[in-house]
T-cell receptor, first 114, second 116 residues
């Protein structure tokens, strides 16, 4: 069985602060994919990133960066110099090799204030 | 279409009534998924279609829930005899078999169902 844990229910930061959203996953499959999605107040889920289990290289995209560590089964997401527009619920998700469905964490609500 | 389209965007129904929620996936996407998001909760998997067949419907919470897909395209999620605990946002997503593992899914904006 697969499981994704996002222990942080809600995080509040002031604009320009850096913030890290934690994600811990469980799977017995050796081939799997990890995702982050953003859900702004409008409700639509927006794909942010996908990593596969064979590629532990960290990734940076603008103010966003992701740290994938198989040793700790974690796939953490950092926003540098946060902005009010980053306020949303962020979901971490896992798919196994056949990728027939995604298993989501419960999400972390990020509130960025001025 | 350009994205995943869901209708209606909002639905208020009386307890005990039946409702139908519609999902129109991206053209050419063979896989279609239904998820439910209750207030303050994560996304709960309901059912997965590959083409018109549903290899995994393990997430349907009760026999009041059913779904079908026709023509490898539009899908309808039906909830019979709605209960207040059915109130949630119902999200539909689609992908090609090739992209599910690469890009995940593309989600629609959801149908917010309120049972009063």
């Amino acid at each position: 069985a697969q499981k994704v844990t996002q222990a942080q229910t809600e995080i509040s930061v002031v604009e320009k602060e850096d913030v890290t959203l934690d994600c811990v996953y469980e799977t017995r499959d050796t081939t799997y994919y990890l995702f982050w999605y953003k859900q702004p107040p409008s409700g639509e889920l927006v794909f942010l990133i996908r990593r596969n289990s064979f590629d532990e290289q960290n990734e940076i995209s603008g103010r966003y960066s992701w740290n994938f560590q198989k040793s700790t089964s974690s796939f953490n997401f950092t926003i540098t110099a946060s902005q009010v527009v980053d306020s949303a619920v962020y979901f971490c998700a896992l798919a196994t090799g056949t990728a027939s469905k995604l298993t989501f964490g419960t999400g972390t609500r990020l509130q960025v204030t001025l | 279409g350009a994205g995943v389209s869901q209708s209606p965007s909002n639905k208020v129904t009386e307890k005990g009534k039946d409702v139908e929620l519609r999902c129109d996936p991206i053209s050419g996407h063979t896989a279609l998924y239904w998820y439910r998001q209750s207030l303050g909760q994560g996304l709960e998997f309901l059912i997965y279609f590959q083409g018109n067949s549903a290899p995994d419907k393990s997430g349907l919470p009760s026999d009041r829930f059913s779904a079908e897909r026709t023509g490898g395209s539009v899908s309808t999620l039906t909830i019979q005899r709605t209960q207040q605990e059915d109130s949630a946002v119902y999200l539909c997503a689609s992908s090609t078999r090739l992209t599910a593992g690469i890009y995940g899914y593309t989600f629609g904006s959801g149908t917010r169902l309120t049972v009063v």
